[in-house]
């Protein structure tokens, strides 16, 4: 059995990889891509090959970070590497390639390989590809998210579950920070785990990590939700569902998000942590996700027959989404308008939305009739309960309860926008806001973001300021604002949008 010497390569991938000298390949056989077994001592793991003239020489084997962590082989340790015959699961992603429906112990041995690490980036690419083309039935995505459920971890509460998910795309969309401690100051438990954000601004995980820590285990998590009935934080350390992570980190790049592979995506974490009822959140509209209701009521009748396959009651409310839901979008200006509206003095679009999908909840808990659940929410609301509730949980989750609107840490650096004319707010761009406060430094640096004076139909004088820009570094604050005057996120009407010839 060929031995090496193992030379440690100091990145960390999302994949087993190791790194052999061309020559080593050849005398076994081996060529980029192809799978090996790794053996040290008595602990081994299948990796995947790549090859290299110069970074290691014949007799040594490139080992990354987080393989060698898992085998815990340090530097110059002695290790075989041995071929591997190729994995069953890449002919059922060729199946799909052609367009075959997969059957369900089909599905599962993909799923189990994604997990394992024990196909490459450019099989898991492949798979993701031919959903987008080929589609899926809901017969091949019941199963797909009942694969997901089974390799990873679950979490039993033990008592009914609610929980709220938003197809997301809209800038500001800080919904849950007002939803959770509704539901559970009405005595419903809602243990909501939250992504961090991708090509967002803030994702949920990070609007609430600027009030407490986000980042707990399963049994940390149980223990806040039974205490509080409430808890936001990060899902990603759960390890539910952890197929989804590996998919979403091929998709990014890619910029696409198979249906098939989204709905399965929902359902599956929500699965993992015992949901029994769940409301999903459908912003329609210019630049969202979901741009037309035809769209949206499709994508809500798969994923209510879905939720009935799988033994979750789920409600699909479609929302206005032609543009960012309050006035504030990054972590920090987020959580600020958040806890304003917890107060009582957030804006009108935040209140309304997140209201209304706690009302759902509501109703469909049994806690109050059809059409009166929003009512009930706002009650909880209006009353100061939703507000001494979020105090607990910030406390639970080991942040400072007495925290105020006023103490966020917003980026000091800050710019303004002004009106160009006088005239009324047309329209208000998620893409531009969104790429604006990224650029800012969001959600990276969480006190960076936007905030915006008026939305569609405001009436605004010229010189009057229509966006402030923050950030943190002055680097930041300038690219952020230079990226304002070219995409031009808010329009008047009247307004100069565009010169030609441009000299």
């Not at 285990?217 to 952890?242: M, R, V």
């Amino acid at each position: 059995m060929p031995m090496f010497r193992s030379k440690i390569v100091d990145i960390s991938t999302r994949s087993r990889l190791i790194l052999l000298n061309v020559k080593d390949a050849e005398r076994l056989g081996m060529t980029t891509h192809d799978r090996a077994r790794l053996t040290k001592d008595e602990r081994s793991a299948p990796a995947i090959v790549n090859t290299t003239e110069t970074f290691v020489e014949p007799g040594d084997v490139g080992v990354f970070l987080d393989t060698a962590k898992e085998l815990d082989v340090v530097e110059g340790d002695p290790v075989t590497v041995t071929l591997l015959p190729p994995q069953t699961s890449v002919q059922y992603i060729k199946k799909k390639m052609r367009g075959e429906k997969l059957a369900n112990h089909e599905i599962n041995n993909i799923i189990k390989d994604v997990v394992d690490r024990s196909l490459s980036e450019i099989e898991i690419t492949a798979f993701i590809i031919a959903q987008q083309y080929h589609g899926m039935g809901m017969d091949e995505i019941e199963g797909l998210t009942r694969a997901m459920v089974e390799h990873g971890s679950t979490i039993d509460f033990q008592k009914p579950v609610f929980d709220k998910h938003s197809l997301g795309g809209i800038p500001g969309n800080k919904v849950s920070l007002l939803i959770v401690p509704i539901v559970a100051a009405a005595g419903l438990l809602i243990p909501k785990t939250s992504s961090r954000a991708i090509t967002s601004p803030s994702g949920t995980a990070d609007t609430m990590s600027t009030l407490a820590p986000v980042d707990f285990s399963a049994t940390e998590l149980k223990a806040i939700a039974n205490k509080t009935n409430g808890a936001i934080i990060w899902g990603g350390s759960l390890n539910l569902a952890p197929a989804d992570d590996i998919f979403i980190g091929v998709e990014y790049p890619l910029q696409m998000d198979p249906e098939s592979q989204m709905l399965a995506s929902i359902m599956a974490k929500k699965l993992a942590v015992g949901t029994d009822y769940l409301v999903l959140d459908l912003p329609v509209g210019r630049e969202a996700k979901v741009e037309t209701s035809e769209q949206a009521r499709r994508i809500s009748n798969q994923l209510i027959e879905l939720g009935e396959r799988l033994g979750v009651r789920t409600k699909c409310g479609i929302t206005y989404g032609g543009q960012p839901v309050g006035y504030s979008v990054g972590p920090a200006l987020e959580a600020k308008e958040a806890l304003l509206a917890l107060e009582g003095r957030g804006p009108t679009s935040l209140v309304e939305k997140s209201t209304a999908l706690a009302g759902l909840l509501f109703e469909l808990a049994g806690k109050a009739p059809r059409g009166k659940g929003q009512d009930f929410a706002t009650e909880i609301l209006t009353s100061g309960r939703a507000l001494a509730k979020m105090r607990e949980i910030i406390e639970a989750q080991g942040g400072d309860p007495r925290v105020k609107p006023d103490e966020m840490p917003i980026g000091e650096k800050k710019v303004q926008v002004n009106a160009p004319c006088d005239g009324y707010i047309t329209r208000v761009s998620n893409r531009a806001i969104t790429a604006i406060a990224r650029a800012a430094g969001a959600p990276i640096e969480k006190g960076a973001g936007v905030v915006f004076y008026g939305k569609e139909g405001h009436k605004v004088k010229k010189d009057e300021t229509i966006l402030e820009i923050h950030a943190e570094r002055e680097t930041r604050l300038d690219e952020a604002y230079q990226m304002a005057l070219k995409l031009k996120p808010i329009t008047l009407e009247g307004m100069l949008l565009q010169e030609i010839p441009e000299l």
